[in-house]
T-cell receptor, first 111, second 112 residues
Framework: DAKTTQPPSMDCAEGRAANLPCNHS???????VYWYRQIHSQGPQYIIH???NNETNEMASLIITEDRKSSTLILPHATLRDTAVYYC????????????FGGGTRVLVKP | GAGVSQSPRYKVTKRGQDVALRCDPI?????LYWYRQALGQGPEFLTY????????KSGLPNDRFSAERPEGSISTLTIQRTEQRDSAMYRC??????????FGSGTRLTVV
């Protein structure tokens, strides 16, 4: 699976949009971009995924660049409960749907 | 059930003992995954199943670790002759079609 690069940490103001970047320059054509988050000691929580089109759901939006080498997860109105570690993962369904977690970005939402 | 259920939530065992960790996935979910997570680290893949078939066990650290899912539903991760370095949170996840995973609350294993 392609490797991803994320900033180790970032702060965000409550009520503002949080934009979380992820680089995946070696992504191949059949690999999806997945985002998960882990709040404190809970299990990771699925947020969103996409292949090449931008995606939006009730939790977030995913913007994938045209060359697919990077993506941005957008939390439109961050709340204190969004404080978590956010993982960007590239996964090939053909290779067994195995998620490989990297270091993630530790997001702290401040009041 | 409504979610992925793992038991026990906490397990303290003496070094050298065997432990069995149980995972009850969401009903109907085809794929089941086991991960291990050390404090402050991201989850580390151990193994996964599609139905009852173990598809990939490349993440199992050594031959003391094994997993089974005999009827394609409940899975058991067994660690034989536990060592202190096995102490971690063990997490199970299931997936309907290999897409978004749903994780359980995990089993916190402490080997003393």
């Amino acid at each position: 699976d392609a490797k991803t690069t994320q900033p180790p940490s970032m702060d965000c103001a409550e009520g503002r949009a949080a934009n979380l970047p992820c680089n995946h320059s070696t992504i191949s054509g059949n690999e999806y971009v997945y985002w998960y988050r882990q709040i404190h000691s809970q299990g990771p929580q699925y947020i969103i995924h996409g292949l090449k089109n931008n995606e939006t759901n009730e939790m977030a939006s995913l913007i994938i660049t045209e060359d697919r080498k990077s993506s941005t997860l957008i939390l439109p109105h961050a709340t204190l409960r969004d404080t978590a570690v956010y993982y960007c993962i590239v996964m090939s369904k053909a290779a067994g749907n195995k998620l490989t977690f990297g270091g993630g970005t530790r997001v702290l939402v401040k009041p | 059930g409504a979610g992925v259920s793992q038991s026990p939530r906490y397990k303290v065992t003496k070094r050298g003992q065997d432990v069995a960790l149980r995972c009850d996935p969401i009903s109907g979910h085809v794929s089941l995954y086991w991960y291990r997570q050390a404090l402050g680290q991201g989850p580390e893949f151990l193994t996964y199943f599609n139905y009852e078939a173990q598809q990939d066990k490349s993440g199992l650290p050594n031959d003391r670790f094994s997993a089974e899912r005999p009827e394609g539903s409940i899975s058991t991760l067994t660690i034989q002759r536990t060592e202190q370095r096995d102490s971690a949170m063990y997490r199970c996840a299931s997936s309907l079609d290999g897409g978004g995973y749903t994780f359980g609350s995990g089993t916190r294993l402490t080997v003393v």
